[in-house]
């Protein structure tokens, strides 16, 4: 489409970087928020105090959080 062409040229141009160079980082950028949002929770009211209350308890071995932790991000390098 001629129009989102355009205005792609002229992001491009205004960041000064090439067309191939503006898309893959607006797209890299994109899929790094996209994955995020997977990750990325919100609770309101009275859910946030119970959210606390559990943050504030000693820790507990657990195998499962652990194996989580210890994988790549997925827009790394492995």
């Not at 606390?52 to 991000?73: C, H, I, T």
Request: net charge negative.
């Amino acid at each position: 489409m001629p129009e989102q062409e355009l205005l792609l040229r002229k992001a491009a141009h205004a960041s000064r970087k090439s067309l191939t160079d503006f898309i893959l980082d607006s797209a890299c950028a994109a899929a790094e928020q996209t994955l995020l949002d997977q990750r990325l929770f919100l609770v309101a009211g009275s859910q946030y105090q119970a959210l606390l209350e559990l943050l504030e308890r000693p820790e507990q071995d657990n195998p499962g959080l652990a194996r989580l932790f210890a994988r790549p991000s997925p827009w790394t390098d492995r």
